[in-house]
């Protein structure tokens, strides 16, 4: 993967725009992804999975998905995208479906929180983005990832990924499979 060097975002500020639902903000993130073998386009275990985990802006905080506010002016994809690009300086191809919806309070503030994260397969990485100066990146393994995050419902999140990374190894091995018998039966070569 190719290290770009220039990014023309800058963070955005402010809660104007913030969205809510019965009380609570709405927040969006993803879960960057990228298999350790290059051209590996399915999971085979979790240790041939990396993630891209962020330094919380507070120190010693611990680490976490990127994520951030949902705002009125854009969709829930645009969002997660925004967020991680702002934050962890990576872009790609963003699930069709988020992983989950979870409701958790904050545990600094008295505030309750709807959150969603969808699975971004990482395709480009900065060498700088906006949050560059005030957060640290680092791509680690599933198992690594779940002792050093601090929010329990990411991990959950985490988990989602990993389960639908894994049902769709096992679709496509079922239409590897279905494909070799209609081709057996057509006498045909199979394109899978």
């Known amino acids: 993967m190719e290290l770009k060097n220039m990014v023309t975002l800058v963070s955005r500020t402010g809660r104007h725009l913030q969205r809510y639902n019965k009380g609570c903000r709405q ?18 275990d979790e240790e041939g999975l990396e993630v891209l985990v962020i330094s919380s802006q507070k120190k010693s905080k611990g680490m976490l998905f990127p994520k951030g506010g949902w705002e009125s ?9 925004r967020e991680t690009m702002e934050e962890a300086g990576v872009s790609g191809v963003i699930g069709e479906c988020a992983l989950g919806k979870w409701i958790f309070k904050s545990k600094s503030h008295d505030t309750s929180y709807e959150g969603y ?27 690594e990832a779940k002792e050093v995050c601090q ?8 988990d989602e990924l990993v389960h639908l990374l894994r049902s769709h190894q096992q679709h496509e091995k079922k239409q590897v499979g279905l494909c070799s018998i209609k081709a057996r039966r057509a006498n045909l070569t199979c394109k899978y």
């Not at 927040?27 to 085979?44: A, M």
């Open 27 to 44: 927040v969006v993130g993803c879960i960057p992804y990228r298999y350790r073998i290059s051209n590996q386009t399915s999971l085979e």
């Open 117 to 143: 994260m969808f699975p971004l397969l990482v395709k480009e990485q900065l060498e700088f983005w906006p949050e560059k100066d005030i957060r640290q990146r680092k791509w680690m393994s599933v198992s």
């Open 73 to 81: 002016d854009e969709s829930i994809k645009e969002a997660a995208m």
């Open 151 to 158: 929010h329990g419902w990411m991990k959950e999140a985490l």
